[in-house]
């Protein structure tokens, strides 16, 4: 069984997070929740289709027009305040730890 987490933090339904159990593929996933494993991979800046247990996979949303694309020269500072939000809320809905960002990294925007 799948089990899909939501962030309470947003009503948006923006921060739909899935985390990967014991016999998960990204086929799996992609076709549990209507999507494809490209998007999967896109979203979460995903490489392989290897999926560690415990790993946290952003969803697709009706709001994927709400992603950006990091390029040469980007902050996340610059991404929030020409965005009308914050550092902590771009790392908190994108799952990031620091304030690294590579060029074509996709990130969610609020």
């Given at each position: 069984m799948l089990k899909?987490?939501?962030?309470?933090?947003n009503n948006s339904g923006v921060n739909n997070?899935?985390?990967?159990?014991s016999?998960?593929?990204?086929?799996?996933?992609?076709?549990?929740?209507?999507?494809t494993v490209n998007k999967l991979k896109e979203i979460n800046?995903?490489?392989?289709?290897?999926?560690?247990?415990g790993q946290k996979l952003l969803l697709p949303t009706s709001n994927e027009e709400k992603v950006y694309t990091?390029?040469?020269g980007d902050t996340l500072y610059g991404i929030a305040l020409k965005n009308n939000t914050t550092v902590d809320k771009?790392?908190?809905?994108?799952?990031?730890?620091?304030?690294?960002?590579?060029?074509?990294?996709?990130l969610l925007l609020p």
């Open positions: 899909l987490k939501e962030n309470s933090s997070y899935y985390t990967v159990k016999g998960d593929s990204l086929w799996k996933i992609a076709n549990t929740f209507g999507t800046n995903l490489k392989t289709d290897v999926l560690q247990i990091v390029k040469s771009l790392k908190e809905i994108n799952n990031l730890s620091t304030n690294i960002l590579s060029i074509g990294q996709k």
